[in-house]
């Protein structure tokens, strides 16, 4: 059974450009998590999906950001017109429901330049 | 209220020695303090967690002690090896809703093991 899968591993973006990160979880799951890590800080929770709904979004900016887990295919975190503070490392987690351990994958590294 | 603290920021310990990080929490409400190990380049994992009806859980050589009073928890690691350099994150959240959005993670403490 494969872990949870995030690609790519390292994506390079100019400013104003858009980043598509995947994150594929593991199977059987059904709920993703998705978070943010700057250096020298704690994993920011950003925003939770389960297949085709938005549970919660409040850690996700308003603008420029978004997310969706179709019924096919991976979880896509989109973030439009990067900017330099968008550097960061953006980890998924996926767990089969609520209230069970949750899984993390091996993260995206973005830099924006 | 939502915060949890950890410190130090950064930790070497020879190896053999005791690795000590400390959490401390404001939310009365947690009742669930997992720690998570991170290597570099990887995602974090699990490593031990505790509830509040016990002041101390151990596995192997890892070590969470939980001081419910002063709402603090600590993760000691024993005899700690080179392969024990990870930053580690400790956590809380609300046990009986446990999604994960509902976790909030330390800042974490970078931990190294120097021979």
């Known amino acids: ?113 | 209220q939502q915060q949890v603290k950890q410190s130090p920021q950064s930790l070497i310990v020879q190896k053999g020695g005791i690795s000590i990080i400390n959490c401390a929490y404001e939310n009365t409400a947690f009742d669930y303090f997992p720690w998570y190990q991170q290597f570099p380049g990887k995602g974090p994992a699990l490593l031990i967690a505790i509830r509040p009806d016990v002041s101390e859980k151990k596995e192997g050589r890892f070590t969470i002690s939980f001081n419910k009073s002063a709402k603090q928890f600590s993760l000691h690691i024993m005899d700690s090896q080179p392969g024990d350099s990870a930053t580690y994150f400790c956590a809380a959240s609300v046990f009986s809703k446990t999604s994960y959005d509902k976790v909030i993670f330390g800042p974490g403490t970078s931990l190294s093991v120097i021979p």
């Open chain 1, 1 to 113: 059974n494969a872990g949870v899968m995030q690609n790519p591993r390292h994506l390079v973006r100019r400013r104003g450009q858009e980043a598509r990160l995947r994150c594929s979880p593991m199977k059987g799951h059904s709920h993703v998590y998705w978070y943010r890590q700057l250096p020298e800080e704690g994993l920011k929770f950003m925003v939770y999906l389960q297949k085709e709904n938005i549970i919660d979004e409040s850690g996700m900016p308003k603008e420029r950001f978004s997310a969706e887990f179709p019924k096919e295919g991976p979880s896509i975190l989109r973030i439009q017109q990067v900017v330099r503070g968008d550097s960061a490392a953006y980890f998924c987690a996926s767990s089969p429901s609520t209230n069970t351990e949750a899984f993390f994958g091996q993260g995206t590294r973005l830099t924006v330049v």
